[in-house]
């Protein structure tokens, strides 16, 4: 790949930068020609005023928490899901004994959970994580998953009567062929991580973004709640385009050029 | 020498019987084409050779031998090309090579050395979705023979391809087999394809598979496509064409008594 942005990716961003300017002057105009509460809602210039007062304690502190939260949680999660998804893909025993399970803990109500939560891990960082992990596990997990199972059947036989090992077929066939897929649960995992964590900290924190929202929002301060919410908004999309990289760093594009 | 030698070979897929006391003997060399309706069980026959499947009855032996696995000593070009779309042209071939040890960048520069005589020279780094449909198959077959395998099993390899370029294709391949001295088994549903190409002809007529009928195609190397137009072909292809017919009129009885039967037969009938 050159280090030129393609043409169409220069131009997908322009796009993207202009609707965001856009969308911002109509939120500022629309509070001011309505003259909207701020407590409602604030426009978008005191929302990042807030953030520039509010700077010490947003970037110096809770937006710290919540990143190592998010990461710990993202990496743990790879970490287990993956796993998981390769034990399930060597042995039919043990996808049936965990793929319910799998299901399972996508239908459990975490809000109603957290009692236990704290009593469990109290207001520690751990119990966000877990928060994170119980939020993405399943995406990262049942797409790795399907991924392995892709790989072509006859291409596994086409390794074969090379003399292929079974470990040869799942370097050279099945990891290969499971990237993609395991890429588009790590990029839907990577926006969900962020709502795993500040859930988490709703939950019980000292800490946190989202724990700084909630309070803000408990004294009325919109500005401030806002200007936090905004942040969370760039974690993720940042999350979400760091992730996007490494897909087309690490698996195979369709190229575009003629 | 003998290079391949099933005998008495029984194969089913569970109830369904392919192969019934099945004879065959590939010398070594040898080019053969085999033809024969689809599903009557040809790419079966492969994948027996090959060793992905084994006999439920009799021996299937490569090299004299009937106890040795045959995994990894035979050079398969399946039905479809099965070419990786995250490796170049040049990492596709270089596949076997690969599985057998040999260093990425020694097996890729031995690949370099081959792809110009498969008109690929160009390509080398190119990724699979650049490719027309005949260059696919000459990288799958440049895989294939890169298994250093004498016998070489191609499944259809021209079936997908346009008219033209298919009778370029068969050019080459002849031209490549004489040079290569390999034993080679095609499997094609083309009759002239299959005449134009083998020393001999095998027809499959009909499931399960018992001894194939087999057709001579005397005709001296180096081949042109030209020959299809001789007189004496053309009786060659007839043969083959009545063979087929044959197994075509036996089902077409079939059929016809089926037909005449009384109404509710075939629930009554078959219980
Ligand atoms: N893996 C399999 N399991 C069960 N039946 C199969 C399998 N592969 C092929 N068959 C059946 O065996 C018959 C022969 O298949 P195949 O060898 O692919 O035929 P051909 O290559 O001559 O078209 C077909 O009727 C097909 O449906
Ligand atoms: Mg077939």
């Given at each position: 790949m050159s280090a030129i942005p393609h043409p169409e990716s220069r131009s997908k961003a322009l796009w993207f930068t202009a609707s965001i300017i856009a969308f911002f002057l109509i939120w500022e105009l629309v509070c001011r020609l309505f003259a909207v509460p701020p407590f409602i809602l604030p426009p978008p210039s005191a929302a990042f005023l807030a953030m520039w007062t509010e700077r010490e304690l947003l970037f110096g502190k809770h937006l710290w928490v919540t990143t190592s939260e998010v990461i710990l949680g993202l990496t743990a999660s790879i970490i287990c899901g993956v796993a998981v998804a390769l034990a399930m893909s060597v042995s039919r025993p043990i996808e049936r004994l965990f793929y319910p399970y799998v299901v399972i803990s996508q239908t459990i109500p975490y809000m109603a959970l957290s009692p236990i939560f704290i009593y469990w891990?109290?207001?520690?960082?751990t119990g966000k994580i877990a928060i994170t992990i119980l939020f993405i596990f399943f995406p990262i997990v049942v797409n790795t998953f399907d991924g392995l199972r892709a790989a072509d059947s006859e291409m596994i036989n086409l390794l074969r009567t090379m003399g292929a090992t079974r470990r040869q077929i799942f370097l050279k066939a099945q990891i290969p062929a499971a990237l993609p897929s395991f890429f588009s649960g790590l990029k839907v995992a990577a926006t969900y991580s962020v709502s795993g964590a500040i859930i988490g900290e709703w939950l019980g924190a000292s800490a946190g973004l989202g724990y700084f929202a909630r309070r803000a929002s408990g004294y009325f301060r919109a500005d401030t709640m806002f200007a936090t919410i905004l942040l969370l908004v760039f974690m993720g999309v940042a999350l979400f385009m760091l992730t996007s990289w490494l897909e087309r760093r690490f698996t195979y594009q369709r190229s575009t050029k003629p | 020498m003998s290079k391949l030698v099933f005998s008495q070979v029984d194969f089913s897929y569970g109830e369904q019987?392919?192969?019934?006391d099945f004879h065959l003997t590939i010398r070594q060399g040898e080019f053969v084409s085999i033809i024969g309706p689809?599903?009557?069980g040809k790419s079966t026959l492969f994948q027996l050779a090959s060793g992905l499947l084994e006999p439920t009855g009799g021996t299937i032996s490569l090299d004299g031998d009937a106890v040795k696995p045959r995994l990894g000593r035979v050079g398969y070009m399946p039905?479809?090309?099965?070419?990786?779309?995250?490796?170049?042209v040049a990492e596709n071939a270089a596949l076997p090579l690969e599985i057998q040890g040999v260093p990425k960048k020694a097996a890729l520069a031995r690949v370099r050395e081959e792809l110009p005589r498969f008109g690929l020279a160009a390509y080398a780094d190119a990724t699979i979705d650049k490719l027309s449909g005949g260059m696919r198959q000459r990288v799958s077959l440049l895989r294939a023979i890169l298994t250093g395998a004498d016998l070489l099993l191609l499944d259809e390899?021209?079936?997908?391809?346009?008219g033209i370029t298919r009778m370029e294709m068969q050019e080459w391949l002849l031209d490549l087999w004489q040079k290569l001295g390999k034993t080679v088994i095609l499997i094609t549903h083309d009759l002239d394809e299959a005449a134009l190409l083998a020393d001999r002809v095998l027809v499959l007529q009909r499931m399960p598979i018992q001894q194939p009928v087999e057709i001579p195609v005397p005709f001296p190397h180096p081949?042109?496509?030209?020959?299809?137009?001789e007189p004496s072909f053309t009786v060659i292809r007839e043969q083959m064409w009545k063979l087929l017919k044959e197994r075509e009129q036996g089902t077409a009885v079939l059929y016809g008594v089926s037909d005449q039967q009384p109404a509710g037969w075939k629930a009554g009938g078959t219980a």
């Open positions: 891990f109290g207001y520690s960082l | 019987r392919i192969l019934q689809s599903g009557v039905q479809k090309d099965l070419l990786m779309p995250w490796r170049t390899p021209f079936s997908a391809l346009d081949r042109s496509a030209a020959l299809r137009y």
